[in-house]
C-alpha cells in the first residue's frame, strides 16, 4: 500500500481553480520532487496536504497510510505522521520555541500511545538533534522564528522535523532565500532523516536543490495538473530548457490528442 | 491578523451593554447627595485637622463636580450606571474572622512584609509588618494618622491632589484605612511589600474606600504588590487611591492585580510624582469586576525621570475594563514607555486612553506608548485614544495602537505541528499577555498570573 495516494484531487482557493485532477502516490522509502513554473499549484498542492483551511478540496480523495487525510484537522494529520516545512515560517512572538517545540512532539507522542517526555529527556533529544542541524541551540531560547534570518527559519524547520520524525515531509520552496551554504545545511540535514520507512515530497522551482537531495522520482506540475514525470534526470532537462518546454511539448500532446 | 488603526479615531462605536440579566428594567439609582449621606460618618473620624479640612474640601468638590455621564469626555465609553444601582453603604467590619489557612492562596506563596485590609480594614494578625526602626516602615494609614507620621501631611491627598477625579475626590472625603510604606533613603528594601486587600463581599453595595501612601526616599528601591480580590460574588464596591512620591533616584516597583469579582465595581486612582533620575515601573492587571475604571498618572517633577507603565486588561462576557493614563513631562529629559494589552472576549469593552503632556521647557524627552488589543469574538469592543499635547519642539513622541484578532498564520503554523486548536489558542493569549507579565518582577505573581491566563480561556473563551 503507498504511503500517500493522492487521486483526482482538484482544490480552489478565493475562487480559482488551482489543483485540476491531480493525482500522485508515494511509497515509504521514496523521496519525490515536485517542480514546476511559478502559480502551477506547488504550495496549494502543500496547503491542501497540510490542513490549511482556505484552500477548499472540490473532488478527489487523500489516503495516508490507510486514513483518509482531508478528515482530519491540521493537528491530526500532524500527529498522524504529516509534517510541512513551511516556505514563509511564522514569527510568533512571545511562544518559546522549546516550549512549542515541547508541547508538539507530546501531543505526537501522545496519540501514538508513547508517554511524554520530560523536559530534561526533551532537552536531551533537543540537543543532539540540533547538532543534526548545526543549528544554534541558543535560538531555541527564542520565541519560535521570531528574528531568525531567512536561513535560521528554514534550518529550523527541518530541526522540528527532526524532532518530530514525520513520516511524510512535505519541503515547500525550503531552498527559496537561502544562499549555498544554508542551502547544503538543510540539504544534509533533510538526507541524514532519510528512512526505509518515511518519505518526502520536496516541492522546488529550481533544480539546484535536487543536486543535495536526489529524488527518486521528478514530477512536472502545470496548472494544477501533473504534466510530466520521469526520474532525477528529468530535473537536469528542465534546468537545461525550461518551463516553456514542458509546456510547448503538453500543449503539443495535447493537440495530437484533440 | 492586527490591523493598524488610525489613532485619530476610535475604534468602533460604543455600544452601551448591559448584562442580560438586568436588561429588562431600569433600576432606581444613587445620586451623589444620597452616596454623600451614606458614607457622612464612615471612617472620618479622629482625624488630624490638617486632613479634616482636605476631606470638606474634597467633598465640596465632588458635590460640585458630580458624578460623571458618558458625555463627560473622560467617561465617554464608561457609564458608571453598574455602580449607581447599587444599594451603596460603607462596609462593616467582617463579621466572620478570615485565618491565616483561608488567605494563603491569595499571598501566591510570595514571601513579603505584608499587610492584609478585610472590607476595608487592617487586620494585624494577619499581616507581617516590618521590624520598627528598619529601613522599610509598613503600617495601616490609621496608625500612621493616629501616630503622626512625619510624611502624611506633607504628602496625602497632595500627590492625587486633582479632584477633577470625583471618585479620588470621594476617596478623599471618605477614606478609611489603607497603607503607608516608607523606604528610608538610600536603602534597597529587599522583601517586596504586599497590601493585600479582602473583600468579603458578604452583602450587596458594600463600598470600602482604600487610601495608600507610598514614599520611596532619595536612592532608595522598593517593590510594592497591590491585590484586590473578592471572596463571593455579591456586588461591592472599591474606590481606591494609591499616591506614590519618589525622591531622587529613587526606584519603585508597583504592581496592582485587580481581581475582584465579576459583579463588582472597581474605581482605582494610581498617581506617582517622580523627583530627578527616579524610576517608576507600574504593573497593572485587570481581570475583575463588572466596572473596573484605572488612572494611572504620573508627574516628572524633576529631570531625567523615567517611567514604564505596564498593563493587562483581561474583560468577558458583559465586563468593562478601563485605562486613561496621564504622563505628565514637567521637566527635561524624562523617558514614558507605556504598554497596555487588551484581551477581550464574549461581549465586554475595553477602553484605553493614553494622554502624554510635554511642557514647553521638557526638551529632550522621550515618550512612547503602545495599546494592543486582541479579540476574541465578533461582540466585543474597543475604544483607543492617544492623546498627545506636546509644547516642547526637541522631543521624541511616538505612540501606536492596534486592534486585532488573533493571527491565524502563526494559529496554523502551531497545528501543523499536532497542538490542538484549543491549546494553541491558549498559547497565543498567552503570548499575547506575556509582553505585561513577563515584565513583572516578582516569580510567584508571574507565575499566578499565567495560570490564572490558562484556567481562563481554558474552554471557549
Not at chain 1, 39 to 51: C, R
Not at chain 1, 99 to 111: D, G, H, M, T
Not at chain 2, 223 to 228: A, F, Q
Not at chain 2, 319 to 329: G, I, K, R
Amino acid at each position: 500500500m503507498a504511503l500517500l495516494d493522492i487521486r483526482n484531487l482538484s482544490a480552489r482557493v478565493e475562487g480559482r481553480q488551482i489543483l485540476k485532477d491531480l493525482s500522485l502516490s508515494l511509497n515509504a522509502g521514496e523521496v519525490h520532487a515536485i517542480m514546476g513554473p511559478n502559480g502551477s499549484g506547488k504550495s496549494t498542492l502543500a496547503s491542501v496536504l497540510a490542513g490549511r483551511s482556505e484552500y477548499e478540496v472540490t473532488a478527489g480523495t487523500v489516503v495516508f497510510q490507510g486514513a483518509d487525510l482531508l478528515a482530519m484537522q491540521p493537528e491530526e494529520r500532524a500527529r498522524a505522521g504529516v509534517f510541512l516545512a513551511f516556505q514563509y515560517p511564522v514569527e510568533i512572538p512571545g511562544v518559546n520555541s522549546t516550549y512549542f517545540l515541547r508541547a508538539a512532539l507530546n501531543e505526537c507522542r501522545k496519540s501514538r500511545g508513547e508517554p511524554e517526555l520530560a523536559p530534561m529527556e526533551f532537552l536531551k533529544l533537543v540537543k543532539a538533534k540540533s547538532k543534526i542541524l548545526e543549528l544554534d541551540p541558543a535560538l531555541l531560547n527564542r520565541p519560535v522564528n521570531e528574528g531568525f534570518s531567512g536561513g535560521e527559519k528554514k534550518r529550523n524547520e527541518i530541526f522540528q522535523m527532526a524532532v518530530l520524525e514525520p513520516r511524510l515531509a512535505i519541503l515547500d520552496e525550503t531552498d527559496s532565500g537561502l544562499d549555498i551554504d544554508a542551502l547544503q545545511a538543510v540539504a544534509a540535514g533533510v538526507n541524514k532523516l532519510r528512512r526505509p520507512d518515511n518519505a518526502a515530497l520536496v516541492i522546488t522551482h529550481y533544480q539546484r536543490l535536487l543536486n543535495y537531495i536526489v529524488p527518486d522520482f521528478v514530477h512536472v506540475l502545470v496548472d494544477g495538473r501533473i504534466v510530466l514525470s520521469g526520474g532525477k534526470e528529468l530535473a537536469l532537462t528542465l534546468e537545461a530548457r525550461g518551463y516553456d518546454w514542458v509546456t510547448d511539448q503538453t500543449a503539443a500532446v495535447a493537440d495530437v490528442k484533440s | 491578523m492586527t490591523a493598524a488603526v488610525d489613532p485619530s479615531k476610535d475604534v468602533a462605536a460604543p455600544a452601551l451593554r448591559a448584562d442580560p440579566a438586568d436588561a429588562h428594567q431600569p433600576r432606581p439609582t444613587m445620586s451623589m447627595a444620597q452616596m454623600l449621606a451614606a458614607f457622612r460618618d464612615a471612617g472620618t473620624d479622629a482625624v488630624p485637622g490638617w486632613l479634616k479640612q482636605r476631606r470638606v474640601a474634597a467633598l465640596a468638590r465632588a458635590v460640585e463636580v458630580g458624578f460623571p455621564t458618558t458625555s463627560d469626555e473622560e467617561w465617554r465609553f464608561t457609564p458608571i450606571t453598574p455602580l449607581l444601582e447599587l444599594p451603596l453603604h460603607p462596609a462593616q467590619p467582617p463579621a466572620h474572622r478570615l485565618t491565616a489557612g483561608e488567605i494563603a492562596p491569595l499571598t501566591f506563596g510570595l514571601e513579603a512584609c505584608r499587610l492584609v485590609f478585610v472590607d476595608g480594614y487592617f487586620c494585624g494578625e494577619l499581616s507581617s509588618l516590618p521590624a520598627p526602626g528598619g529601613d522599610l516602615r509598613a503600617v495601616s494609614l490609621r496608625a500612621a494618622l493616629a501616630g503622626g507620621a512625619p510624611e502624611l501631611e506633607a504628602h496625602l491627598t497632595r500627590v492625587a491632589g486633582d479632584e477633577a477625579l470625583v471618585f479620588t475626590a470621594l476617596n478623599t472625603a471618605f477614606f478609611r484605612d489603607g497603607a503607608l510604606v516608607v523606604a528610608a533613603p538610600g536603602k534597597a528594601i529587599a522583601q517586596p511589600v504586599h497590601l493585600l486587600f479582602i473583600a468579603t463581599a458578604g452583602e450587596t453595595g458594600a463600598a470600602a474606600h482604600v487610601r495608600n501612601l507610598i514614599v520611596a526616599g532619595a536612592g532608595s528601591e522598593v517593590k510594592i504588590l497591590e491585590t484586590y480580590v473578592s471572596l463571593s460574588d455579591a456586588p461591592h464596591f472599591t474606590n481606591t487611591v494609591t499616591e506614590l512620591v519618589l525622591g531622587a533616584e529613587a526606584r519603585v516597583e508597583h504592581c496592582k492585580i485587580q481581581e475582584e469579582n465579576h459583579r463588582a465595581v472597581h474605581i482605582a486612582d494610581v498617581q506617582a510624582r517622580q523627583d530627578r533620575g527616579s524610576h517608576w515601573t507600574s504593573h497593572s492587571v485587570s481581570t475583575g469586576a463588572k466596572l473596573a475604571r484605572h488612572q494611572i498618572q504620573t508627574l516628572f517633577d524633576g529631570e531625567a525621570g523615567v517611567c514604564i507603565l505596564n498593563g493587562l486588561y483581561l474583560a468577558r462576557g458583559g465586563q468593562l475594563a478601563d485605562y486613561h493614563t496621564v504622563v505628565d513631562h514637567a521637566k527635561p529629559r524624562c523617558e514614558s514607555h507605556e504598554f497596555y494589552h487588551g484581551i477581550l472576549s464574549g461581549n465586554a469593552h475595553g477602553v484605553f486612553n493614553g494622554k502624554i503632556f510635554v511642557r514647553q521647557d521638557a526638551q529632550k524627552t522621550n515618550a512612547k506608548q503602545n495599546n494592543r488589543n486582541l479579540l476574541l469574538s465578533d461582540d466585543a469592543v474597543v475604544n483607543t485614544k492617544p492623546q498627545l499635547e506636546i509644547f516642547a519642539d526637541d522631543v521624541k513622541c511616538t505612540h501606536g495602537a492596534t486592534v486585532g484578532q488573533m493571527d491565524g498564520e502563526a494559529l496554523f503554523y502551531l497545528r501543523s505541528r499536532g497542538i490542538g486548536l484549543e491549546q494553541a489558542r491558549q498559547m497565543m493569549i498567552r503570548a499575547f499577555a506575556s509582553d505585561v507579565v513577563d515584565r513583572i518582577p516578582l516569580e510567584p505573581v508571574r507565575a499566578h498570573l499565567n495560570h490564572k491566563l490558562t484556567e481562563r480561556f481554558k474552554d471557549k473563551p
